[in-house]
């Protein structure tokens, strides 16, 4: 399994901007689609946003469409999540995940997780 570390989280005002930077472990990443999603306190982990692994085909979550992107650099293995407009609903740990191949699966295909960073976005 890849292993994955993100990081950029933080505590930031309503109306702010976060980004979150998630670093792959193994050059293979780049040959895989990843993708971000989040876990709000007592909810379950929800889909934000995923990216194949041209970089060329992105997926996101309809409730932060418009106002979040995802990218990639595949010559550094790093993914990214640029969040604007932060709301308080977007408050969770955020989490990286890396499929098992380069093209965007559905949701329960992530197998490699990181540890997640949290966001705090207060009103």
């Known amino acids: 399994q890849v292993q994955l570390v993100e990081s950029g989280g933080g505590l930031v005002q309503a109306g702010g901007s976060l980004r979150l930077s998630c670093a792959a472990s193994?050059?293979?990443?780049?040959?895989?689609?990843m993708g971000w999603f989040r876990q709000a306190p007592g909810k379950e982990r929800d889909f934000v946003a995923a990216?194949?692994?041209?970089?060329?085909?992105?997926d996101l979550a309809d409730s932060v469409k418009g106002r979040f992107t995802i990218s990639r650099d595949n010559a550094k293995n790093t993914v990214y999540l640029q969040m604007t407009s932060l709301k308080p609903e977007d408050t969770a740990i955020y989490y990286c995940?890396?499929?098992?191949?380069?093209?965007?699966?559905?949701?329960?295909?992530?197998?490699?997780w990181g540890q997640g960073t949290q966001v705090t976005v207060s009103s």
């Open positions: 990216i194949a692994w041209s970089g060329l085909v992105t």
């Open positions: 995940a890396a499929a098992s191949s380069g093209y965007i699966p559905g949701p329960s295909d992530f197998g490699s």
């Open positions: 193994e050059r293979t990443a780049r040959t895989l689609a």
